[in-house]
Every structure is written in C-alpha cells, then in structure tokens.
C-alpha cells in the first residue's frame, strides 16, 4: 500500500504530462498508475484532472464562535477553580469572574468576558476536554473500636436529612504511602452535611488523644455550633473521652454501619476530591512534614469553602421500572450555603464576608501548590 504523501507526489509528478498527453496516452498513463497504487479508475481520472487541490473540501457547519480568547480564559479560570465540572463551574463564573477582577488577576475584554458568560456547560465540556486525573485508592487503617459501640446509635446516609448546618461526618485520611508500619501522619476530615463546608486537619498519630484535639480545634474554626458529629467504627472515634465530650456538650454522637462506606458518602469523597488531589498518596512522618501539612490546610480552608462550589442531591426522579436520575440543586459554594442560614448570627455572616472579599483565589491557590511541592521535595 502506498501512502499519501507518496501518492500525492506521484500525482504532482505525473499531472502535468497526463494534461499534455492525447487520449490514448492519457489511458496508458491511468493504467500505470492504477497497477502502482490499485485505486479506482474513476477516482485516479478525478486525482489527474483537478489534482488534490481540487479534492480540499470547505469545511460544512458555521463557524467556530468560543475560541482564542474566550477558551484561554475558560481553562485560567477552571484551572484556578481546581478543574471542576461544567455542572459547578457554570453557576459560579460570573462571581469568579467579578472576584478576578477584584483582585485585578484577569482583565477580560468586554466580548470575551460576555462570550464566557454566555458559554452553555456542553460548549464548557467541549473546550475542556483535555487531562483526567487519575483515580487512586489508598490503604484502609480503620480498627474497630468495640468498646462503646453499643452505647453509640448507629446512623445511614439516609438518615440524614437536617436543614441546619452543624451535623458533621468525621473520618480520617492515612498518608501512609505502601505501608502501614510504625507512625505517620493523618488528615482529620470533617464535612457538614447542610452547607458542604469542609475542614481539614492535621494529626500527627491516630491515638485517641490526638484525634480529640484536632476535633476540638475543628469546633472552634466552625462558623455554626457544632450539633452533631458522626463517625465510622474506627477506636481513634469511638472511644470514651470522644464520647463523654458528646455527652457533655449536648452534641450527638452516631456512627456508621461496619463496612458500609456509603453511609459516611458525604466525608468519603471529600477525602479524595479535597485531601487527596492536593497532598496525594505519598507517606509523611516528620514534624516538618506535618507543620507543611498544617500550613496547607490553613489556606485550603479558605479556597475550598469560599472558591469550590458544590452540588446537593435533592431527590431521584424515575424514568423506567429500574431506571433513576439524580437531581441536584444549583451549584454553591459552601459560603453561600452557609451564609442562607438563620442559625448563624449576624456578626459571623459579617465576618465571613469580610474575609472573604480580603481573599485572593489564584494567591491561596499558588501558595497552596508551592507548600505541596515543598512537601514533595522533603527528605524522606
């Protein structure tokens, strides 16, 4: 088989004598080049008479309207929004477009800036088709702690259902790396169930005492009162001090069904879209590591709860006998979510607001990406 290129040479080199030539020589010429190439007679007479410049065809359809500019700053923008879907990234583009022009990040020409907005999330979807993150899964180190579990009512994903935010699900990241000998680091994750809104923490051992402090620190950095916390069966949870705590203050304390990682859905997939697409899957034991840890999870708190919308399920919808669709509400960022609620007071919505106009998506971001790589390129 000939190639194109050769194919295309050929006829470069021949067209010009088959122009030329009468009608029998012009057959003999055809005949030659159908033993080389083994084309069709009608379509070698069509290559010799118009040559390929003759086959270029206009390219059907209208023409390209988001382009250039337009998706230059689409990517800039997902990429500042840590590469969401089209589906959270839509209803939050106008207010991170006003907050790059806040900050003075992005000036937008006045027609780029109103092709952008005016981009449906298919076109989103189009233009955004470039890398996938891998999806990795990291080592379970959860130990059932039994000694309390009696005592501790147990609670499914699908009990919950409370409107006011305060009702928490905890769990904890390994950064063991391969291994799960001696002592290394966790991330301590708490997800409100009504607003979304996420805070990480770092701990430098799974003992029930560490794990304990980091969930009173979590309490005070929460903008509501915590009402409710809900774990899995792990010792470092269900323990007495965690438990007594609960009592004390009024919070209740459930946890989930053994093996049942749907039950704690919300937590679960905070652990891979928040902890483990920003500090991944690497071991890290060393003080340095977990200040770099803190340090990250400091500036990661602001970028995820002010920056990140998030969608909420709000029913399923049947279509057939054994076939559903999902339906959520319109995408928001934990803020807003939080910021709708009449159980927080009108001083803390104040404060949050003011930090939040103070905050810098792309500087959080960049400092975020330089403590990640300076935690990459410790010593191990």
Not at 249 to 263: A, G, H, M
């Amino acid at each position: 088989m000939m190639s194109q290129s050769s194919k295309r040479e050929l006829v470069e080199a021949i067209q010009p004598r088959y122009l030329k030539a009468p009608r029998k020589e012009k057959s003999k010429i055809i005949d030659e080049f159908i033993a080389i190439t083994g084309d069709h007679r009608k379509q070698v007479i069509r290559l010799m008479r118009k040559g390929y410049a003759g086959r270029e065809k206009k390219r059907s359809g209208r023409k390209k309207k988001y382009q250039g500019e337009v998706v230059q700053a689409l990517v800039q923008i997902w990429e500042i929004c840590g590469r969401i879907c089209s589906k959270r990234l839509k209803p939050f583009l106008p207010e991170m477009v006003a907050v790059l022009d806040r900050h003075k990040e992005m000036e937008l020409k006045a027609e780029v800036k109103a092709l952008l907005l005016s981009m449906s999330r298919a076109t989103m979807d189009r233009c955004l088709q470039k890398e996938h993150f891998e999806k990795r899964r990291g080592i379970s180190t959860t130990k059932p702690g039994t000694l309390l579990r009696k005592s501790i009512a147990v609670k499914t994903f699908s009990d919950w259902n409370e409107d006011k935010p305060g009702f928490m699900e905890i769990d904890l990241v390994a950064h063991c790396g391969s291994s799960v000998e001696g002592q290394f680091c966790y991330t301590l994750t708490a997800v409100d169930i009504s607003t979304g809104w996420t805070e990480c923490l770092a701990v430098k051992n799974r003992t029930q005492e560490a794990v304990f402090t980091q969930i009173i620190q979590m309490r005070e950095r929460l903008p509501f009162p915590l009402l409710g916390l809900d774990s899995d069966n792990g010792g470092e949870f269900i323990n007495d001090i965690l438990y007594r705590y609960c009592l004390k203050e009024e919070i209740s304390f459930t946890r989930s069904r053994p093996y049942r990682k749907n039950d704690q859905a919300h937590v679960e997939q905070k652990n891979w879209s928040v902890v483990r697409r920003t500090v991944g899957y690497d071991r890290y034991e060393t003080p340095e590591q977990l200040s770099l840890l803190q340090s990250i999870y400091t500036d990661l708190r602001l970028y995820v709860n002010f920056f990140q919308p998030v969608l909420k399920l709000v029913g399923r919808k049947q279509l057939e006998e054994r076939k559903f669709i999902k339906l959520y509400d319109v995408a928001a960022t934990p803020l807003q979510r939080a910021l709708q609620s009449q159980e927080m007071s009108v001083h803390t919505k104040a404060r949050l607001i003011n930090t939040y106009l103070r905050c810098n998506p792309v500087a959080l971001k960049n400092k975020i990406d330089d403590n990640v790589a300076s935690l990459w390129h410790l010593p191990r």
